[in-house]
């Protein structure tokens, strides 16, 4: 058995306690909802821009290349729907030089204009004990770089080569992310994530030797997938290592970006914090050290977005993969939204 392969089953069998983990409560089951999807999509110009200004004529919204009607649609700015950001150091990911670039591209972003943010915003840090986040949201930025300044975050050598701390790892990541997931669908409105890290500890390209170990990982796909959909939330991932990350490691996820129709093609790359960030509607930014600049961009999808609702075509199975394509009539512009659904999910047993 290969190193690699010895990774991985110690990766499965922490990823089956994923729903009993000690002091974790299971998630809730999916909550029902109408038979429209409904979608919060983005439109730039190919220079990043927002593009606001479209109407329900311009858009054609495609679920596995067939042409569906659009049952409603709206602009939506902050003051239809509330918007609340958290905004994550990862310093279960990142060695502790990054960190502390982290925490300063942060700091910049939190104190600019004065301190005044535009939206409610938390700050949280992932450790080795899990996320750390207070319950209230604020837009005063020069208490939040307090709190943040005050927060101890102790000194954890962590090398990204080391395939055993990899899978330790990537469960700390993987249960931070649901707790996120729980924690934001308590809350109104819509919901922005920034992940700053490198990414989670994922080998490229391995692939899974069990049915039971393609049927869970497949399983919490289509459960994340549905609840980040339902719950109106966005995530981001910001990198910052910048032009230092060597362009193979930077793009690997992109080989991953195909939804997932069935258990059988699943890899443990698309568990990627990079895959559910591009298939939530949000983005991957890398190749850029200015943390701060990478946050902006991230928040300029809350300045204004559409929200799209269509009828959906009639599915065969539970979990039945469609994949998701909307166009606009006008040339130029990039169109972001959830890559796809699942159509009659069946919510995760806890086990």
Not at 152 to 168: F, K
Not at 215 to 224: A, G, S, W
Not at 227 to 251: C, H, K
Not at 289 to 304: E, F
Request: aromatic share 8%.
């Amino acid at each position: 058995m290969t190193v690699q392969r010895i990774v991985f089953t110690l990766f499965i069998a922490l990823l089956l306690c994923l729903h009993t983990a000690p002091g974790q409560q299971p998630l809730p089951a999916v909550p029902p909802t109408s038979h429209d999807i409904r979608l919060d999509v983005f439109v730039d110009t190919k220079s990043g821009q927002p593009v606001t200004k479209l109407t329900r004529q311009n858009f054609t919204v495609l679920d596995n290349k067939n042409p569906r009607p659009i049952t409603s649609f709206k602009v939506m700015t902050p003051a239809d729907e509330p918007v609340s950001v958290i905004v994550l150091v990862d310093a279960v990911n990142s060695p502790f030089q990054l960190v502390t670039r982290s925490r300063d591209g942060i700091d910049k972003f939190l104190k600019a204009n004065e301190g005044q943010l535009a939206y409610p915003t938390a700050v949280a840090v992932l450790t080795d004990q899990g996320i750390e986040m207070g319950n209230s949201f604020f837009t005063d930025g020069n208490a939040l770089s307090d709190a943040l300044d005050h927060h101890a975050i102790g000194l954890r050598q962590i090398t990204r080569n080391s395939q055993w701390s990899g899978s330790e790892r990537l469960r700390i990541s993987l249960n931070a992310f649901q707790e996120l997931i729980r924690f934001a669908s308590s809350l109104p409105g819509r919901k922005i994530v920034i992940w700053v890290s490198p990414g989670w500890p994922i080998i490229p390209g391995l692939g899974v030797d069990s049915l039971r170990e393609e049927q869970e990982i497949f399983d919490e796909i289509v459960d994340v997938s549905t609840r980040l959909r339902q719950i109106d939330l966005t995530l981001y991932n910001v990198n910052p290592i910048g032009v230092a990350e060597s362009l193979d490691r930077a793009d690997y996820y992109e080989a991953f970006l195909k939804g997932i129709s069935k258990p059988n093609q699943v890899k443990i790359a698309n568990l990627g914090l990079q895959v559910f960030a591009v298939h939530s509607g949000g983005l991957a930014l890398e190749s850029n050290s200015d943390v701060t600049a990478m946050i902006q961009t991230c928040l300029a999808d809350a300045q204004s977005w559409y929200r799209i609702a269509f009828d959906p075509l009639a599915a065969d199975k539970p979990n039945e993969y469609h994949h998701i394509e909307i166009k606009v009539d006008q040339p130029g512009f990039v169109v972001r939204t959830s890559d796809g659904y699942y159509a009659n999910p069946v919510a995760v047993t806890p086990r």
